[in-house]
């Protein structure tokens, strides 16, 4: 596949979080990008706010309605929200809002994606674990009207590296919700893209993206270790 890939290296700072950090850019038209930087997070500061989210946050395993039908969501979850913000909804559940104040660490990490986005100015959390390789998301868009119609979500990876799908939106469809065992199709490259997301990653989805986009992680048989993400996000 061919990438409109686009390097760029941020001056050196003395924090070494989130600063001097090298980043790609993938252009897929129409205003979309997304921007991942492999090294993000040092790796040694990484495993420590791995291991602390695993055991602190109180993770849990909602029943969701999709297709529907009620099923078990296919990995552990947590909400974090600043204070007035509206209630998220998705797939019939809406997750408790936990506060920053709540889990300390989370603020750290949040100030370090701030840094590394100058401009940007997120506000509510969603945390995924996934315990290993039978937990996965299916075929999505972030495209709640909570978030607006060119919201800018940051995910941030830890623990074990997990492949990370987009393809283009079916035609004519708003929202789409796609099973995880509809595979990508090999025969049109310019519509699909992927990233394998290591530990201590950043993957930002920008402009519109959530509109001509959906994305995934899949099932994967041979992974046994676990993998925590935070998608970062602005609620309007």
Not at 118 to 136: E, I
Not at 179 to 190: E, N, Q, T, V, W
Request: proline content about 8%; aromatic content about 10%.
């Amino acid at each position: 596949m061919s990438l409109k890939l686009k390097a760029v290296t941020e001056p050196a700072d003395p924090n070494p979080i989130g600063s001097a950090v090298k980043r790609e850019t993938v252009d897929l038209g129409n205003g979309s990008d997304i921007v991942y930087i492999r090294r993000f997070l040092p790796s040694n500061q990484a495993w420590t706010w791995f291991h602390y989210l695993d055991k602190e946050i109180p993770w849990t395993r909602p029943t969701l309605r999709v297709f529907g039908r009620s099923c078990v969501q296919p990995r552990d979850t947590c909400y974090v929200a600043s204070p007035g913000l509206p209630d998220l909804i998705y797939s019939g559940y809406q997750p408790p809002a936990y506060s920053w104040d709540d889990f300390p660490p989370l603020k750290e990490i949040l100030d370090a994606v701030h840094k590394a986005l100058p401009g940007s100015s997120f506000n509510s959390l969603l945390l995924n674990r996934y315990k290993g390789g039978n937990d996965y998301v299916g075929w999505h868009s972030d495209d709640e009207k909570l978030y607006g119609l060119t919201p800018e979500i940051a995910s941030v990876s830890f623990g074990c590296e997990r492949e990370f799908f987009l393809k283009k939106r079916p035609k004519g469809r708003k929202h789409v919700e796609e099973p995880a065992s509809k595979r990508l199709k090999m025969s049109d490259h310019a519509a699909q893209h992927s990233f394998t997301l290591k530990h201590g990653s950043l993957l930002v989805m920008r402009g519109n993206t959530q509109r001509d986009w959906i994305h995934s992680v899949p099932k994967r048989a041979k992974v046994e270790a676990a993998r925590i993400n935070l998608t970062f996000r602005h609620v309007l």
